[in-house]
């Protein structure tokens, strides 16, 4: 069964990729798309924000900033032409491994 999260994400990632070669100024996502280097200015800025909520311990705030920064995220991911699939991948490619024995086995 897909939780409501899987779906709204799974409809905002396709909402992202139709915006894809459009114009511009009549899409802030199409905008964003065509200067990779802003939407990853404002990925690192929603992040911020996410954690300045985190640590004031500002639920609605931190669910609200959290939508922005994965709409950002998804945004840079379709920029980058890397998919929610390849992402899963490597997730699943961890699945049964600590935490701490895979970052110790990322290259330096």
């Known amino acids: 069964m897909m939780s409501r ?3 709204v ?3 905002l990632a396709a909402t992202v ?3 894809k070669g ?3 100024a009549a899409s802030y996502t199409a905008k964003l798309l065509a200067d990779p280097s802003l939407a990853a200015k404002k990925l690192g800025e929603e992040a911020v924000e996410v954690v300045i909520a985190a640590t ?4 609605d705030a931190l669910a609200a900033e959290s939508a922005d920064l994965i709409y950002h995220w998804l945004v840079v991911m379709a920029a980058a032409g890397v ?3 390849d992402v899963a991948a490597k997730l699943e490619g961890r699945e049964g491994t600590s935490g701490l024995a895979e970052k110790a086995s990322r290259p330096k």
């Open 22 to 24: 459009g114009d511009p």
């Open 83 to 85: 998919s929610l699939d």
């Open 5 to 7: 999260f899987t779906e």
């Open 17 to 19: 990729e139709s915006r």
């Open 9 to 11: 994400l799974a409809r």
């Open 56 to 59: 004031k311990g500002e639920g």
